[in-house]
């Protein structure tokens, strides 16, 4: 991991620094959301644990890692202790903006699964998750990344509930619900931390989200907002156009059959592991509404519109709604779109590093505090990143006897 914050010049010595720097900027923001000192110390022997090399994440190693003769304080910490997981939640998206916020800034939703066995833990069900790409017992968590040119950082989560839980209130109870949660669809769920992100000033101009998020909740909230996105749907969702020639009407995929070779454009939706990501694309301007028509506070214009991306391999598509200011260009909706794998990949490092996964609690304020914890992990790894990429490297300068005596060079044998 030190070796890929190195590319900006930075050597294993200042990225070390850098590490421990953040480590303890984030350890002192955290301190105060705790009221027993030695709950505090397994806090952060809990932090450092997620940052360390261990592959697992599990209690007793936790422990180990912190001179502890078992696993009891690290579990107090998660299931016993007393305190606010969503205070840590707010911590942890402070601190991301504070390193990684800008005015361009993208909030991608996308939800991840947690294989569970036994029907205990919170949440646990048999559900697709596409972590396992079938239908099997897991728990659901949806979350929200921010991505900007900077990096990108996960800044809220929740836990999904299904109506089998919701329905029951006997098993809430045994697994500490609060008493306020109710049943929320995962759009519902996205569309509550669009609005806390909103509320506490984060700074982005777009969401991209996945098929589950592109009806419904999420829309109108961002619609209301003044937010642009680019949201997937599946290839029946129906879109219609007006003022246009020709009127475009019908299912997302009967549209994309009927378009001619001219309309789709070869454009990179950014940088992967493996060189540009290149697809195939066309975008449909269908309607133009003013912002007065539909209380935004962004005035001017705004266009609704159809993107399909082709595979230019298998000639697979996909197809996203999009909401933008008008004369918003086919490259940038592009873009936006490109951001949804650095949620992916994300994910794949907070399980791979950090434990995501490695949650043993059962209760509804386990998950929270145990992933609200990998969160804050995860951002201190994308400053620490962007900062040690962001440092000029420090130029060594060679001075002989002859530069610091004799001044100018001159060739051997030249006449005084």
């Known amino acids: 991991m030190i070796q890929d914050m190195m590319s900006g010049g930075t050597s294993v010595e200042e990225t070390l620094e850098l590490w421990a720097r953040s480590l303890r900027s984030a350890k002192d923001r955290m301190a105060p959301l705790f009221t027993q000192k030695r709950v505090v110390d397994s806090a952060c022997a809990f932090l450092d644990v ?20 078992g696993p009891w304080r690290q579990q107090a910490l998660l299931g016993r202790g007393h305190w606010d997981a969503d205070a840590l939640r707010d911590v942890v998206r402070d601190y991301v903006i504070e390193h990684l916020g800008t005015e361009e800034g993208v909030l991608v939703i996308d939800e991840t699964g947690f294989l569970k066995k036994g029907q205990a833990s919170c949440g646990v069900g048999r559900q697709y998750t596409g972590s396992a790409g079938k239908i099997t017992n897991c728990q659901i968590g949806v979350f929200g990344a921010y991505v900007s040119e900077r990096g990108h950082a996960f800044i809220d989560r929740a836990l999904y509930l299904p109506k089998d839980w919701t329905s ?34 984060v700074p982005f101009r777009w969401v991209a989200a996945d098929s589950v998020y592109g009806v419904g909740d999420v829309e109108r909230t961002l619609r209301r907002a003044g937010i642009g996105y680019v949201l997937g749907v599946k290839g029946n969702h129906w879109f219609g156009s007006w003022a246009t020639e020709p009127l475009i009407a019908g299912e997302a995929k009967d549209i994309a059959a009927g ?31 003013d912002a007065e028509e539909f209380d935004c506070p962004i005035a001017g214009p705004w266009t609704r519109g159809l993107l399909i991306r082709r595979n230019i391999a298998d000639g697979d598509l996909a197809y996203f709604t999009t909401w933008s200011p ?43 505090r145990h992933v609200s914890l990998v969160m804050l992990a995860y ?4 400053s620490v990143r962007y900062q040690a990429n962001s440092l000029k490297p420090k130029k060594t300068q060679l001075r002989t006897r002859q530069s610091l005596s004799a001044g100018p060079f001159r060739r051997s044998g030249a006449s005084s």
Request: glycine share 8%; aromatic share 8%.
């Open 50 to 69: 997620l940052i360390g090399n261990e592959p697992r994440k599990t209690g007793w190693m936790r422990a180990e890692a912190a001179g502890d003769p």
């Open 379 to 382: 951002a201190v790894m994308a």
């Open 326 to 368: 008008k004369e918003t260009t086919t490259q940038e909706l592009v873009n936006v779109e490109g951001t949804r794998w650095r949620i992916e990949e994300g994910f794949e490092t907070a399980k791979n590093e950090f434990g995501l996964d490695h949650n043993e609690t059962r209760s509804w304020h386990g998950w929270h």
């Open 259 to 289: 378009l001619p070779d001219q309309t789709w454009r070869r454009l990179s939706a950014g940088h992967g592991t493996k060189g540009e990501r290149l697809y195939d694309w066309a975008y449909l301007p269908l309607a133009d509404l």
């Open 168 to 201: 029951k209130p006997e098993r809430l109870k045994r697994a500490h619900v609060p008493d306020d949660v109710v049943f929320a669809t995962k759009p519902a769920l996205a569309s509550m931390m669009i609005e806390r992100s909103i509320e506490a000033g």
